[in-house]
């Protein structure tokens, strides 16, 4: 069974910084697009950022220069470290996976795509107080 564990979130001033964390069993990372979703408080979804196999990387662009996403495949680990937090950044974040397609080659991996992942975690809270 593959599980995704979150982990890092918390509470922190605006302008601040957080890096998540989520292990991750049973699945090899590089053969899936591994990425965060987040939902703030009375909004829906939101894919925020994937990283693929090869390493590429796609952000939305509400966190485009501000969040970084990466992993480490060896100890299936994924990252999303988050500067210049703001207020507006309070929301449970979510580590997610799917396998990645391939047609021929390998599809890209899409960002937006992120809530609707096979696999979940339960997410880890993040509040940023101004």
């Known amino acids: 069974q593959v599980t995704l564990v979150e982990s890092g979130g918390g509470s922190v001033q605006s302008g601040g910084s957080l890096k998540l964390s989520c292990v991750a069993s049973r699945i090899t990372l590089s053969s899936h697009c591994m990425g965060w979703f987040r939902q703030r408080p009375g909004k829906e979804r939101e894919g925020i950022a994937v990283?693929?196999?090869?390493?590429?990387?796609k952000y939305a662009a509400s966190v485009k220069g501000r969040y970084t996403i990466s992993q480490d495949i060896a100890k299936k680990t994924l990252y999303l470290q988050m500067d210049l937090l703001k207020p507006e950044d309070t929301a449970m974040y979510y580590c997610?996976?799917?396998?990645?397609?391939?047609?021929?080659?390998?599809?890209?991996?899409?960002?937006?795509?992120?809530?609707?992942?096979?696999?979940r975690g339960q997410g880890t809270q993040v509040t940023v107080s101004s």
């Open positions: 997610a996976a799917d396998i990645r397609g391939y047609d021929g080659g390998y599809l890209p991996c899409a960002e937006e795509r992120t809530p609707n992942y096979y696999y």
């Open positions: 990283i693929d196999g090869d390493g590429s990387t």
